[in-house]
């Protein structure tokens, strides 16, 4: 080529890419064009010519492109690192990464390929080299802001999230304004608990950039997880507007809808997400759990629940025919939870879920299970893993099923690992800190805890409850140990045919419970559990002033456990009773529950004639020491029939306050009678409804009758600490353990 043609080439280049670094991409692509048509061997003109083709997505002739290119001056580490790029975006990780090596071996101080060899190796899993990668970035360019960012997101991956603050703050100080910086601090932040700090993170990164759609559904996440449900619904809706096809903000919409209660809107946002994203697992699941309602508000509610949610369990397992092994890394995210607050016999159903879930769960987590499984060494004690999200003071889990474990277990035979698999550490936690083998602290993802196992090789695993938390669930839904065992945190069985058994209590269970068991049912003695009730300090309830012979019946569980066929038994107590009150005590979690409650029972109360103003009231949430005063401000404890309490009754005992209550068939309807029985107080303990409203009538009459009522009140106190103390419940739980494990072969 003479020289002059050559120069004529070499200016046309020159202002194809001037329109190219100017973003004229047609006036690019036109001139690289007439600089090919003359000269097809020219190596630069095929390369940028390949990465405006990269730009445009089409990514198929940027490889071509840019491999003529090569062909043409293999030497030049920028066209391997954006052949990189192109061969990404087709999803060739595998050949991606040895270009990006083959730019680095010509170059290494190539910070774009060192960044980008990052990006690639993330998206395999490759979490350690990618940190390698983008620190070695930051080697050669330490404010490069987007390294930074990356490299938190890479240690968020892998668990490691003061190490992502870090980098996410480092990023920061670099570029203030860079909101998916932000959006990433608070999320991170938001994994460690720290709530307020997380909804900083948020606003800053909403502050810089108000269409950022990930840090408005984010900051729903914090304001769900504080149970202020109208403003996380506002976000949702927020994100939603900035990007409709946002499946996981409907899919937490409909959490949060299903939160408030709006069933019907909650199933068209999970169906929605599923529309945008047809192998969405967590929404297929979560639209498939809100078949069970939160709150019954008519009798048929609570009875249609047991078909619906038989048929919500036919359709998810075609769905998950059509999708194998994506339901498995959704297994815990929703569960049944709520289907226990309906007084049916709810086993058949959980075995069927209970045997999906196990079998989703496998598919899709077995591979890493196999991988790290080694056997356990030979020990002198027996290993447990205790696993739960409640390692908190006053929480009914903790209080009732786990600490007393924790404080009596034989440390001569016995190690405890925790898994505390929640963010919140308060002065439980570092109670139970101090008395286990090792507290392993979360949040962390559950690959994470997968292999924590693997590393731990545990005889036993314990789970107090399975059902509320998401990690818990999970994990109980594969095999990890020889023996796995569940507590009845949550009173109701798995129904997972890898949970072996099933702890309750003597005093708990009808003669023929095991039938309501997937797992084998260990009748521990008394309740099965080992309680202590610390010296509290009761703050005085400011209630309205008692008016003379007004008997004060307390209904202070959840609303979500009242059944609307038991309404009417208030109603025919109060029409007997006549001048009396029933207390409703709000929740701090689902509080419009309470008013639903209400209504239900006004209902109830005009069919029989009577005034709802008259006799119902509310109180709202209150503190534990202030509930212990609303609590001696009370007649008669009113126990739920449909699901009975227990941190609340024996919380009633301790202040003297006698209950009343229907022993049912299930469990979760024995719980107030097995306590009551335990300390021999069994007076309040009724067969029948008749018998129930005759009991709370009789008494009603006997509460206006000051000294009688008063001597009862004393009574109910002085038996209370024999609800503590139940040291037998644990030295029955070793010795079942002891036993379960040696006939495993281990011990």
């Not at 036109?30 to 061997?41: C, F, I, K």
């Not at 608990?193 to 990930?214: I, T």
């Not at 300390?679 to 008749?690: H, N, Q």
Request: glycine share 6%.
């Amino acid at each position: 080529m003479q020289q002059g043609a050559a120069a004529g080439i070499q200016e046309i280049f020159t202002a194809a890419l001037r329109h190219h670094q100017a973003g004229r991409l047609a006036d690019a692509e036109r001139l690289y064009r007439q600089v090919l048509q003359a000269d097809s061997q020219h190596a630069d003109a095929l390369h940028f010519l390949g990465v405006l083709a990269h730009q445009l997505g089409r990514n198929e002739l940027a490889v071509d492109l840019i491999q003529k290119a090569i062909v043409q001056n293999g030497r030049v580490p920028a066209y391997h690192n954006n052949l990189a790029n192109a061969l990404k975006a087709q999803g060739k990780s595998a050949e991606a990464i040895a270009c990006y090596a083959r730019a680095l071996a010509q170059q290494p101080n190539n910070v774009a390929a060192h960044f980008n060899l990052g990006i690639a190796l993330q998206e395999q899993g490759r979490l350690d080299e990618a940190v390698a990668s983008y620190q070695r970035a930051l080697t050669y360019k330490p404010d490069y802001a987007e390294a930074h960012g990356n490299l938190g997101n890479t240690f968020q991956a892998q668990g490691k999230l003061e190490e992502a603050v870090a980098a996410y703050q480092r990023a920061l100080f670099h570029r203030p304004q860079y909101a998916d910086a932000h959006a990433n601090l608070g999320n991170v932040l938001f994994q460690q608990g720290k709530l307020d700090e997380a909804q900083k993170s948020y606003a800053q990164a909403l502050n810089h950039r108000p269409d950022h759609a990930e840090a408005h559904g984010n900051l729903g996440h914090v304001f769900l997880r504080q149970g202020r449900l109208d403003d996380a619904v506002a976000s949702y809706q927020r994100a939603l507007v900035h990007k409709p096809d946002y499946a996981e903000a409907h899919h937490y919409l409909g959490n949060a809808l299903k939160e408030q209660g709006k069933l019907p809107d909650a199933l068209a946002s999970y169906r929605r997400a599923l529309d945008l994203k047809p192998d969405y697992a967590e929404a297929r699941l979560g639209l498939a759990m809100a078949m069970i309602p939160i709150f019954a508000d008519r009798a048929s509610d609570s009875v249609e629940t047991g078909e619906r949610f038989a048929r919500s369990l036919d359709e998810l397992a075609g769905w998950a025919d059509a999708h194998p092994s994506i339901l498995g890394k959704a297994v815990g995210s929703h569960q049944p939870f709520y289907l226990a607050y309906r007084p049916m016999n709810v086993g058949a159903l959980l075995f069927r879920y209970g045997e999906q879930a196990c079998t989703a769960a496998a598919a899709h987590w077995q591979p890493q299970i196999d991988a790290g499984r080694r056997s356990a060494p030979p020990r002198d004690r027996i290993r447990v893993v205790v696993v739960s999200g409640q390692v908190r003071q006053e929480h009914p889990v903790w209080d009732v099923v786990l600490r007393g474990v924790i404080a009596h277990l034989d440390r001569r035979r016995f190690e405890i690992y925790l898994y505390h698999t929640d963010s919140l550490v308060d002065a439980a936690t570092e109670w139970a800190r101090s008395r286990v083998d090792r507290l392993v602290q979360g949040p962390q993802p559950l690959r994470r805890w997968l292999h924590q196992v693997a590393q731990d090789r545990p005889d036993v695993m314990f789970y107090p409850e399975v059902g509320m938390d998401p990690v818990a669930c999970a994990m109980a839904a594969l095999r990890l140990a020889p023996l796995q065992v569940a507590g009845w945190g949550h009173p109701v069985t798995t129904g997972l045919p890898t949970v072996d058994l099933f702890l309750s209590g003597q005093l708990l269970e009808a003669p023929e419970a095991e039938r309501h068991y997937r797992e084998r049912l260990v009748r521990l003695p008394g309740t099965g559990v080992c309680t202590e009730l610390t010296a509290e300090a009761s703050a005085r309830w400011e209630g309205p002033e008692r008016q003379a012979n007004v008997v004060r019946f307390a209904l202070c569980q959840q609303p979500i456990k009242f059944d609307p066929a038991d309404d009417v038994l208030a109603a025919r107590i109060a029409k007997s009773v006549g001048r009396c009150e029933f207390w409703l005590a709000s929740p701090k979690k689902l509080d419009w529950t309470t008013a639903r409650l209400r209504e239900r029972l006004a209902a109830a109360f005009r069919a029989e004639g009577l005034d709802p103003d008259a006799h119902l009231r509310v109180a709202p949430w209150l503190p534990r020491d202030q509930f212990a005063g609303f609590l001696d401000d009370m007649d008669v404890y009113l126990d739920c029939p449909a699901f009975s309490g227990y941190t609340t009754a024996w919380q009633a005992i301790h202040r003297g306050l006698p209950i009343v209550t229907l022993e049912g068939e299930f469990l979760r309807q024995r719980l107030a009678a097995g306590l009551l029985r335990q300390i021999g107080i069994t007076d309040g303990i009724a067969a029948s409804r008749d018998q129930y409203a005759a009991i709370a009538v009789r008494w009603a009459e006997e509460c206006r009758r000051t000294h009688p009522w008063a001597a009862r009140r004393e009574t109910m106190r002085q038996a209370a600490p024999a609800a503590d103390g139940n040291r037998a419940a644990v030295s029955a739980f070793e010795r079942t353990l002891i036993d379960a494990v040696q006939a495993r072969g281990r011990g």
